[in-house]
C-alpha cells in the first residue's frame, strides 16, 4: 500500500471513530490546492535541464500551511499529497496553529552542483512565490535540502515581497533560523520516547535500541538517547549497517560518518546485512530513513518491543496489524516526529516578534509540546479506546473538523 492510500485508510478509520458527517469528511480529505511546475535552467556546461516541482497546500482551517520541500528523484504528485494530508494531522496533534503542505521537485540533488541547485530553487520560487507567505504557507527543509536551500527561497521571494524571514523555517541561525532546530526532530524522538517509556514504568537508561537511517534525525536521536543512558546496539544508514551488542560508541561514530560520509567501515562495530537491521533483538526500534520499511514481510520477524516512528510512514497497515498481535507498541510518526516542527513553529514566532529565544528555552518549550501532545493522544485512546495510531489520527482529524465548522464551513 502506497503512502496515500496509508494516509487516507487512517483518515477514514479516525472519520468513524469521531462519526464525522461523510459530507465534511470528504471534504477534509481533498487538498486545498495543488501545484505543479515546470522548472527549467541553464546547467554549467550551458546545456538547459528542465525538473517538475510540486506544492500540496492541503489545509488551512488552523493556520497557515506548513510542510517541507523534499528534492529527490522519487518525488511524484501521490508522495507530496500524502505528506500534505500527514502535516495537515501533524501539526493538529501538534496544536500549532498550521495547516499541512509539501512540496518538492523531481530531481537527484547530488547529480547537480551547488550553483545549479540555487538556480533551481530560485527559478521554483519564481514560479510559486504568490501562493505561498508568512500567513499562507511556510515551507521547510526535507530530504535533499536543507538550512541554504531556505536562505535561497528567502532571497528570492523577498525580492518580490520585502524582507521576509518568517516565509521558510528551517533557515541558517545568521538570516533568523531558530536556536535547537537543527536537533529538533531527534530530540521530539528523546522526549517522545521519554513519555511513552514512562506510561510503562520505565526509563531510557539501559534500553537496547536499533536505529534506521543516521541522517539528522536518527543520529540527533541516537546521540541524545545514549546521553541517557540508552545502549545503540545497531545503526544504518545508505552505505551500510553496523552492531555492537555491548552498544556503539556514538560521538566516536559521528566521527567517523562526518569524515568518511556514512556508517561504513566504523572500527567499533561489526559490519551487517543492511536488510537485517530491522529485525536486531532490541527494546527500541527507531526507523528514521524512509517509509514503508516496516511491512508484512519483516514484521512478523520484528524482535522490538517499542517501535518509535521517526521517518514518516515507516510502517504498512498491514504490518501495523502484525505487530499490533504480538504486542508490540507503536509510536505514530504524526506524534513522534513532530519535534520539528514544532520548533519550527517556534522558529516562524521568533521571526514575526522580531525576538530571538536561548536555546534553553526553545529545548524546554519542546519538552513541553511533546508531554502534552502524548497525554492528548492516550486521552483520545481512553475516549475511543483504540490504539497509539488511531489515537492520533482522531485526536488530529477531530482539531481539523472543529476549526473547519467553527470558521463556517456549512455557511
Known sequence: MNALAATNRNFKLAARLLGLDSKLEKSLLIPFREIKVECTIPKDDGSLASFVGFRVQHDNARGPMKGGIRYHPEVDPDEVNALAQLMTWKTAVANIPYGGAKGGIGCNPSDLSISELERLTRVFTQK????????????????????????????????FHGYSPAVVTGKPTDLGGSLGRDAATGRGVLFATQALLKEYGKSIAGQRVVVQGFGNVGSWAAQLISEQGGIIVAVSDITGAIKNSNGIDIPSLLK???????????????????????????????????????????AKDIKAKFIIEAANHPTDPEADEMLSKKGVVVLPDIYANSGGVTVSYFEWVQNIQGFMWDE????????????????????????????????????????????????????
Open 128 to 159: 510559486i512565490h504568490d501562493l505561498i507567505g508568512v500567513h499562507t504557507d511556510v515551507p521547510a527543509p526535507d530530504m535533499g535540502t536543507g538550512p541554504q536551500t531556505m536562505a535561497w527561497i528567502l532571497d528570492e521571494y523577498s525580492k
Open 256 to 298: 567517523h560518518v562526518k569524515e568518511n560520509r556514512g556508517v561504513k567501515g566504523f572500527s567499533g562495530a561489526d559490519h551487517i546485512e543492511p536488510d537485517s537491521i530491522l529485525v536486531e533483538d532490541c527494546d527500541i526500534l527507531i526507523p528514521a530513513a524512509l517509509g514503508g520499511v516496516i511491512n508484512r514481510d519483516n
Open 360 to 411: 534553553e528555552k526553545v529545548n524546554a518549550e519542546l519538552k513541553t509540546y511533546m508531554s502534552n501532545g502524548f497525554k492528548d493522544v492516550k486521552e483520545m485512546c481512553k475516549t475511543h479506546n483504540c490504539d497509539l495510531r488511531m489515537g492520533a489520527f482522531s485526536l488530529g482529524v477531530n482539531r481539523v473538523a472543529r476549526a473547519t465548522l467553527l470558521r463556517g464551513w456549512e455557511a
